[in-house]
């Protein structure tokens, strides 16, 4: 009979009915005792009508529990659905979940209007069907990378709600996810008691990467289900619900498309002042070879000369562009293509670093007039070049900006330790402890540190007093324990095992160059022991398997350990600048890599920026030029740069080129970039989406077409409107009974 | 009204009673020519003996009797009604006798006359109250072989018993020439019902306790009292007892003076 009601809490109210029993029992105590002598005759009149008296009292008493029971169980709203015999007497009301389609694929224009601009007038139809005074229900579903879910609202209010929703989202689709939320709403309402008998419509264009995962092989086209939108599905299908799908994708399977796929940055990186090559790739998704297509490059907002490529059908190419970025910092760059049918992906951005050269320290404890015999000689050599190119403006290229200083220097208190990203300490021996201090604090504010040994040092554990600790907040990785030295120099020691995986390192883990380190020769060094949190990159080949090479994170920043010399005094690595020079260069940039924040994001990512100086003011500017102050406290970071608030990614879901502007600073570019499969316009056959699911089903409208589903939409089956009915008409039934027993009864002759 | 009163012993008398139809034996004399002369029917008179009228009061004292809504119980208006009678007859230098019955005799004052026999039916009267069962009828068919004297027998009672016994007893009294006047006493609550709220009836004379919605039977008692009382006043008259039904809401002076012109008119009319 009665599946269940959507309020069931409510249900116990029609234990109230019981309420009118309780009076009319209670009533029976309430008699007020009166002495009769004509008792004969009443005993007479009450034999005559006791039965009809009972029953017209017993036959109001039930009205008015009737009265009471169908109120309460009106307002709980019982539903009834399949064979129930109350089926007809359910309410024809309507609820349908909309669950549109907002990928930026359908901003793809198919003759006049886009795939959205159709996907919203169907929407429109299918509302127009719906009966606000019935009581018909709608709910909104936005598709994207999230779903956007609106709650319930009668149709007036969900047409208003698509109105404003004028353009697709610049996001790919994630149908799991937007299934998933469709089956939580209806597995909530089923908690609640509420009926089943509601309406799924997917409005989409068919989008073959939305559907199926594609994992090509050569034996299959791909084309399986997600797993994840089939336990979506499965959901959905176990609430005895379908999804109907309707398509209202362009007539094409294959829809052609050319698309800004990626921009990359070829070789080691930009550099301020140094051409770089930047790659633009281009696919195209249609099944005809395009010619001569034309990309442009934009770098800061200047144009550079556009170059044309050949786009082979369902392939890509790249055109590559030289690109020059006069000063250090975060610069944007756009590719853009000549406009298709598809707009959203016709121009791509990305943020690049070209970072400031590195601030090196260099502390040489044995410094000498000639190279050869500087203990720094060599190590400046590769960090300066003596011919250097001179960069734009006749400044250094060089990524690296070096000071040299004495020991000695590094005391004073106007020393530039603050301003170094590397401080090298060259031989240098023991340092007074107000210096090590200060080279703590800069270590671990994020600086790097790198210590070579020499004959300056004396003897190592003095040398060590300050910068090793046995409790491990000291700067030296390891212990020092003693110096060896081979018998002569014609023995040596070599490098018999090192760390490829470590970037400083990588180089050598090429069989060509490997023999550079492995039989470069080592005549002195100092054994250290490592601490427990040290990682040894390289060893000796001695009994000990002594470090040559040891590094310990420190704060923010790290140390790296050269048990030798940094010259030729006590091995011969400066003499080979094959191994010399890689060394150094990946020892420096490993050490000295500063932080670097990825500038690219997702639709819809936050992010919260660091900056260098502290950001008064701060705007975020989006790429239509709309501005938000950003609100809230920044915060200073160990390495002095500045934390902005969460950028939140609700305020950067348009593709593009955003840009924080603070005041007195110059503006931080951020990229915000399409997901490079929604350009992939391929639509999955209905047979193919019908093969994932039994739950789906496709259907293809028609422009103007009413519904399209041939049976009848499945209704609500609610029945309160009649228990309503049925309660009124219990206390009107109940009212006139009473009325005319009472009038029958004061009417007496 | 001094001195005569009317005896229901018909004969040869100066005051003309009624006329009967001519029986074979009647005196020629007494042929009332003037209506034979008019409708050719032969008819006779009959005239009133004077003679001394004898009183007997009859007061219902059971249980029943003691009910009352309006200040009075019936049993109060009873004996004051009694009281009343007592007082105009032995007025008259007239004989009138009392019995207080419930369902026996309760008090008996032997018919007299004078001062002491009035003083003895009113202090009959205030002594007595109202108790024990109705039994009219039976009570009636034990007095009537114990009246030795013929009259006037004024019943005070509600009447609240079986017609039928009732009646047995008033045609006892008919049979041996009595007069029987049947004065029926009820409250004005009896007669109407008009009680509003759920009441618990507590039955006197032992007849039980009822919890009622007085206005679900109040047309159905209404009809069974007013039928009751209906049949008691139709069957006295068919046995040419005179019966007053009286409320105790109504002056009893004015109830009394109306049955007397009524039965003095009637006397005088001959009917």
Redesign the interface.
């Known amino acids: 009979m009665i599946e269940g009601f959507l309020n069931p809490g409510l249900a116990i109210g029609a234990t109230l009915a019981a309420v009118p029993l309780v009076i009319h029992l209670l009533n029976r105590q309430r008699h007020r005792p009166q002495r009769w002598a004509a008792m004969r005759f009443v005993l007479a009149a009450y034999r005559k009508t006791r039965r009809r008296v009972q029953l017209e009292n017993l036959l109001l008493l039930l009205l008015r529990m009737l009265a009471v029971a169908a109120l309460a169980f009106a307002v709980a709203r019982p539903f009834a659905s399949g064979d129930s015999p109350l089926v007809g007497l359910q309410e024809e009301r309507r609820d349908l979940v909309l669950v549109v389609d907002g990928s930026a694929s359908t901003g793809l224009r198919a003759e006049v209007e886009s795939v959205f601009d159709r996907i919203r007038e169907r929407a429109g139809e299918l509302l127009e069907g719906l009966d606000d005074g019935r009581g018909d229900r709608v709910r909104l579903v936005l598709a994207g990378e999230r779903p956007r879910v609106f709650p319930w609202t009668d149709p007036a209010d969900a047409r208003s709600i698509l109105q404003s929703i004028e353009q697709p989202l610049d996001e790919a689709l994630d149908l799991a996810l937007a299934l998933g939320e469709v089956a939580t709403i209806f597995e909530e309402g089923a908690q609640r008691g509420a009926g089943g008998g509601a309406e799924i419509r997917l409005l989409t264009d068919l989008q073959e990467s939305a559907f199926l995962s594609i994992a090509p092989t050569e034996d299959s086209d791909g084309g399986e289900a997600p797993p994840a939108l089939a336990e979506q599905l499965a959901r959905i299908d176990a609430l005895d619900l379908s999804v109907l799908v309707e398509d209202l994708g362009p007539k094409e399977l294959t829809p052609p498309n050319l698309a800004v796929e990626s921009i990359l940055v070829l070789g080691e990186g930009p550099r301020a002042g140094t051409p770089f090559e930047v790659a633009v790739g281009v696919s195209n998704h249609g099944e005809r070879e395009l010619l001569a297509e034309r990309v442009a490059l934009q770098v800061g907002g200047e144009r550079l000369p556009s170059q044309r490529v050949d786009v082979p059908a369902r392939g890509k190419a790249e055109a590559v562009f030289t690109v020059t970025l006069e000063d250090p910092g975060y610069h944007d760059i756009v590719a853009t293509l000549e406009g298709d049918r598809l707009s959203v992906d016709d121009s791509r951005a990305r943020v690049v670093l070209a970072p400031p050269p590195l601030e090196v320290l260099v502390v040489n404890g044995a410094p000498a007039d000639r190279v050869e015999e500087d203990e720094a000689g060599y190590l400046l050599a590769v960090l300066e070049p003596p011919t250097d190119e001179l960069g734009v403006d006749g400044e250094s290229s060089s990524p690296f900006r070096v000071r040299t200083i004495t020991p000695a220097a590094l005391e004073a208190a106007d020393s530039p330790i603050e301003e170094a990203d590397l401080i090298v300490l060259a031989n240098v021996p023991a340092l007074p402890s107000a210096a090590v201090t200060r080279l703590e604090e800069r270590v671990a504010a994020g600086a790097g540190l790198l210590i070579t040994v020499g004959d300056r040092l004396g003897d190592p554990s003095s040398w060590s007093e300050d910068l090793f600790r046995a409790d491990g907040t000291g700067l030296l990785p390891g212990e020092p324990v003693r110096r060896v030295s081979a018998a002569d120099r014609t023995r040596y020691y070599r490098v018999s095992e090192f760390d490829e995986g470590h970037p400083a390192l990588a180089f050598f883990g090429d069989e060509r160059w490997r023999p550079l380190l492995s039989e470069a020769p080592f005549y002195d060094f100092v054994a250290f022991t490592p601490s427990p949190t040290a990682r040894v990159l390289a060893s000796f080949d001695d009994a000990a398997r002594s470090p040559f090479l040891m590094e310990r994170a420190y704060g923010d920043g790290k140390v790296t350990l050269w048990t030798s010399s940094l010259d030729r005094a006590w091995n011969r690595v400066p003499d080979s600048p094959g191994t010399f020079v890689p060394l150094v260069l990946e020892l420096v940039q490993d050490l000295g890599a500063r932080f670097q924040q990825e500038r690219n994001l997702a639709v819809g990512s936050g992010l919260e920026l660091v900056v260098d100086s502290f950001p008064r003011g701060a705007t975020l500017i989006s790429p239509s030029g709309a501005q938000r102050p950003i609100e809230g406290d920044s915060t200073e970071r160990p390495d002095r740069r500045w934390a902005l608030p969460m950028l939140d990614g609700s305020w950067m879901e348009s593709v593009g080129v955003y840009s924080v502007r603070t005041e007195g600073a110059r503006s931080e570019p951020l990229a915000v970039q399409l997901d490079a499969r929604e350009s992939d316009l391929a639509r999955a056959t209905a047979l193919e989406v019908e093969a994932i699911h039994p739950a789906l089903r496709v259907a293809t409208v028609a422009k103007g077409d009413g519904d399209a589903a041939p049976e009848a939409a499945p209704r609500q089956g609610e029945l309160w409107r009649w228990l309503a009915l049925a309660a009124l008409v219990f206390l009107v039934a109940e009212s006139l009974w009473g009325a005319w027993i009472g009038t029958r009864r004061r009417t007496t002759s | 009204m001094a001195g005569v009163h009317a005896s229901p012993q018909r004969g040869s008398s100066v005051e003309f009673a009624q006329h009967r139809a001519y029986a074979p034996g009647d005196e020629v004399r007494k042929v009332d020519w003037k209506v034979f002369a008019r409708s050719e029917r032969l008819v006779v008179k009959e005239y009133v003996e004077e003679t001394n009228l004898s009183l007997n009061l009859l007061v219902d004292a059971s249980?029943?009797?003691?009910?009352g809504s309006t200040g009075w119980t019936?049993f109060d208006y009873a004996r004051w009604g009694a009281a009343a009678l007592a007082h105009l007859v032995l007025g008259k230098r007239d004989t009138a006798g009392l019995v207080v019955f419930d369902d026996g005799i309760r008090a008996k004052v032997p018919p007299g006359n004078g001062a002491p026999q009035e003083a003895a039916i009113l202090r009959s009267l205030e002594e007595a109250t109202p108790g024990g069962p109705t039994a009219v009828g039976e009570v009636l068919r034990t007095l009537v072989p114990r009246i030795r004297r013929r009259g006037i027998t004024a019943v005070f009672s509600?009447f609240?018993d079986d017609i039928d016994s009732i009646l047995e007893g008033i045609k006892r009294l008919v049979h041996e020439g009595h007069e029987p006047i049947l004065f029926q006493v009820v409250?004005p609550l009896?007669t109407s019902f008009d009680?509003d709220?759920?009441?618990?009836?507590?039955?006197?004379?032992g007849?039980?306790n009822?919890?009622?919605?007085p206005?679900?039977?109040?047309?159905?008692?209404?009809?069974?009292?007013q039928a009751?009382t209906r049949e008691l006043a139709q069957r006295a008259r068919a046995l040419s007892v005179d019966f007053v039904h009286v409320a105790t809401n109504e002056p009893l002076d004015a109830v009394l003076a109306a049955y007397l012109s009524r039965r003095l008119a009637r006397a005088r009319s001959g009917g």
């Open positions: 249980e029943s009797m003691g009910f019936k509600d609240f409250d009896e009680l709220a759920l009441v618990k009836l507590e039955g006197l004379e007849a039980g009822l919890k009622i919605d206005k679900a039977i109040r047309e159905a008692y209404l009809e069974e009292i009751h």
